[in-house]
């Protein structure tokens, strides 16, 4: 039986109110109904909680059941301590991927933070596309990562963090570096390095009304800024990936925005220090980016 699913049930089951539930879980609204969906669909069709007018209630076998799971929650919470206690020396590894130009800014200082609040934690970073982080998770090499894409995977759980201000990198002495505003439309008459981002979707989506001409894809902001400083080509990238350089132009792009997601393997038990670094992450990143 899902582990996720029935802390799900937990919380909810304490608050007896979708919207409520699901803030505190940090996870979409129609997320949490169907997990408790798939819960009882699990338990044969058992009916756990009814609805009294637009709230909803326990029945009584959702009663019974809360018991149970909540001894059953308690117990696997004390056997993690006792097993943390008795290896307090032990260091615990994180396996944390970024995709790349996130390690700096806020995401630097959050585990910064968090790993001088908790020295027994060490971090294992992977820089490396969204994509070939969320094939680690799915893998179990990695224990989560932080993205700027999701997709329909089932397998994965998508948690968005923030938003992230976009810029284009060119080439010092190209013919857009004297602009006053770049939009997408001046992007498009360019030659392009795809860098570690959804940017090829976005230009549908932004209505270009042109081809993106693509030269080369890249994983990680300095190869990127490298092959633009080169004259290889222009470049679309997160503000934050911005770093000053003789050789390079950054110029902000417009109203555009990338956001980065917290991604995890949707039924994967997480042991208590990774899932205790999953809700820092998003509960301080989120009020960092809302402050």
């Known amino acids: 039986m899902n582990y996720n699913y029935l802390r799900y049930f937990s919380v909810l089951a304490q608050v007896e109110h979708y919207t409520v539930a699901s803030a505190r879980l940090g996870i979409s609204q129609p997320s949490l109904s169907n997990a408790i969906n798939h819960l ?19 029945t009584e076998e959702g009663r019974f059941f809360q018991e149970k799971v909540d001894a059953a929650l308690k117990e ?21 991927g970024l995709v790349s130009g996130t390690a700096g800014g806020t995401v630097a200082r959050v585990l910064a933070d968090y790993l001088r609040d908790n020295e027994r934690i060490r971090l294992h970073l992977t820089e490396s596309s969204a994509e070939e982080l969320m094939d ?49 439309q001046h992007i498009a008459a360019y030659p392009q390095i795809v860098f570690n981002s959804d940017v090829e979707n976005s230009f549908s989506q932004w209505a270009v009304g042109g081809e993106k001409q693509t030269l080369c894809s ?54 208590p220090p990774v899932w205790d670094l999953v809700e820092t992450l998003v509960r301080v990143i989120r009020a960092k980016s809302a402050g």
């Open 218 to 271: 890249v994983n990680t902001a300095q190869t990127a800024l490298e092959m633009v400083a080169a004259g290889t080509g222009i470049c679309i990238m997160a503000a934050d990936c911005a770093t000053i350089r003789e050789d390079v132009v950054f110029l902000p792009l417009g109203n555009w925005h990338q956001a980065l997601y917290m991604c995890i393997l949707y039924d994967k038990w997480l042991e």
């Open 76 to 96: 696997l919470n004390s056997a993690s301590v006792t097993l943390r206690n008795s290896r307090v020396s032990a260091p615990v590894v994180i396996h944390l």
């Open 40 to 58: 009882e669909d699990e338990l044969g069709g058992v009916r756990l909680f009814e609805k009294v007018g637009r709230n909803i209630r326990l």
């Open 136 to 184: 680690l998770v799915r893998q179990e090499k990695l224990d989560m990562a932080i993205v700027d894409t999701t997709n329909r995977d089932r397998s994965l759980h998508f948690r968005k963090l923030c938003q992230r201000d976009l810029c284009v990198a060119v080439p010092a002495g190209h013919p857009l570096a004297e602009m006053p505003e770049i939009t997408p």
